[in-house]
């Protein structure tokens, strides 16, 4: 029993709002292959990535990089948003 507890508490779902908290973007601003910059944490640099799928239902903007195929964030940490760029991500 305690296992399957523990499973649960594991695949906890990422969850976002429909907008940022100075409500400059909106989920719905995005769109698959859109250039964004990501800012994982407060004293990161910015990372470059492509968007490959947005979830509506969690508000969960899922993105590639150049270094990893398969990212997720939500729109508090998307620090900018153009349409799609060539060779972007090198």
């Known amino acids: ?40 944490h407060r004293n990161s640099k910015p990372l470059r990535g492509v968007v490959t799928a947005i979830d509506l239902d969690t508000n969960v903007i899922s993105y590639k990089t150049a270094d990893v195929e398969k990212n997720q964030a939500t729109i508090n940490k998307i620090v900018s948003l153009e349409e799609y760029k060539r060779n972007w991500l090198e």
């Open 1 to 40: 029993m305690k296992n399957i507890e523990l499973v649960k508490i594991e695949r906890k779902e990422l969850r976002g709002r429909p907008f940022d908290e100075y409500r400059c973007f909106h989920i719905k601003d995005f769109n698959r292959g859109d250039s964004i910059r990501v800012k994982l």
